[in-house]
């Protein structure tokens, strides 16, 4: 059995203990979606169960007890559910890698994304887009030089399939999860192109089933302030660190500071680059944005130690 050799403290979101420390499990599989190498991939081609658990099992003893679950960590999860005394809490994904479940007039949003991304910068002032074309994010908002932006009434014809969302949330009731996550950088593109009402209606089909849910989205000044209005969700998971947010750092906090319901921040390492100082990236988090919880990935039982023993100290102070 996992015997935690430290404690992380745990909030509480609609009565789902969550430690403020979650693990971030795109390091495990985001080759499965995007190809490349990977140190989970097994010699057959598929994800390594083992080797993901391993690292599970070394937050675990770090005092992790959450974590980001997609179907591909069905299996790890519930492992790692037996090995330890502990409850481990799942946050069940819904958001896709590749959106092919919202579509414009029959076609997936992800076979339009050029005209997309067109027909949000066709309404952005020129600083805006000027900060966004060195974003990290820049490949979720900024086109090709020929892709034009869509009509209205191709705006107006998108559309959710919602078996694939139904049949995520029929697997996750299975295990007993409460919290679900949604959105991504589909949430961005909805909210911007004017649709939020899909995004508010895929959040009434998580209630619905009996789940609270987060919305995940990474244009934080743009989103959250439509979201507050009219989305009913639990809280929000936005990408924000010392280096950036979206549109610019300055926003994003302004905007952050002005939510109630719980933040949590993903990315604070900005993709590794603020790896050489954990305190003072993990400080910027919890102090200066005041988040409610981090949600951060490792890929080895090595960055477990050291991520998770520098968030106790950061939230011990």
């Known amino acids: 059995m996992i015997h935690p050799i430290q404690r992380i403290p745990q909030v509480v979101i609609e009565e789902v203990r969550v430690s403020k420390a979650i693990l971030g499990?795109?390091?495990?599989?985001?080759?499965?979606?995007?190809?490349?190498?990977?140190?989970?991939?097994?010699?057959?081609?598929?994800?390594?169960?083992?080797k993901v658990l391993e690292?599970?099992?070394?937050?675990?003893?770090?005092?992790?007890?959450?974590?980001?679950?997609?179907?591909?960590?069905?299996?790890?999860?519930?492992?790692?559910?037996?090995?330890?005394?502990?409850e481990i809490t799942g946050i069940g994904a819904l958001q896709e890698w590749i959106c092919e479940n919202f579509t414009i007039n029959g076609v997936s949003l992800k076979k339009c994304c050029e005209e997309i991304k067109a027909t949000i910068c066709s309404k952005l002032p020129s600083k805006h887009?000027?900060?966004?074309?060195?974003?990290?994010?820049?490949?979720?908002?900024?086109?090709n030089n020929t892709a034009q932006p869509l009509t209205q009434s191709q705006i107006d014809s998108i559309k959710m399939k919602t078996d694939f969302f139904k049949s995520r949330l029929e697997l996750y009731q299975k295990l007993n999860v409460k919290l679900v996550q949604f959105g991504g950088g589909t949430a961005d593109w909805l909210a911007a192109l004017g649709r939020i009402d899909l995004l508010d209606h895929l959040s009434k089909l998580i209630s619905n089933r009996g789940f609270h849910s987060l919305l995940v989205c990474h244009w934080a000044s743009m989103v959250l302030p439509i979201a507050e209005k009219e989305l009913e969700v639990a809280g929000y998971i936005v990408?924000?660190?010392?280096?950036?947010?979206?549109?610019?750092?300055?926003?994003?906090?302004?905007?952050?500071?002005?939510?109630?319901k719980p933040i949590i921040a993903m990315k604070p390492l900005?993709?590794?680059?603020?790896?050489?100082?954990?305190?003072?990236?993990?400080?910027?988090?919890?102090?200066?944005?005041?988040?409610?919880?981090?949600?951060?990935?490792?890929s080895s039982e090595t960055e477990a130690n050291q991520t998770f023993s520098t968030i106790a100290k950061v939230l011990s102070k």
């Open 239 to 260: 990408p924000i660190n010392k280096q950036g947010g979206l549109i610019t750092l300055y926003d994003a906090l302004n905007v952050i500071k002005n939510v109630e």
């Open 25 to 50: 499990c795109d390091n495990f599989i985001f080759w499965l979606y995007q190809g490349g190498d990977s140190p989970f991939k097994d010699a057959d081609g598929n994800l390594n169960i083992s």
């Open 55 to 86: 690292v599970m099992n070394a937050c675990a003893c770090h005092g992790v007890t959450s974590l980001d679950l997609s179907p591909p960590l069905v299996e790890a999860f519930r492992r790692l559910q037996s090995e330890t005394d502990e």
């Open 129 to 143: 887009l000027q900060y966004l074309t060195q974003s990290p994010f820049k490949s979720l908002f900024i086109p």
């Open 270 to 298: 900005a993709k590794g680059s603020l790896a050489y100082d954990l305190e003072g990236a993990f400080t910027f988090i919890f102090k200066k944005v005041k988040a409610t919880a981090i949600m951060v990935g490792v």
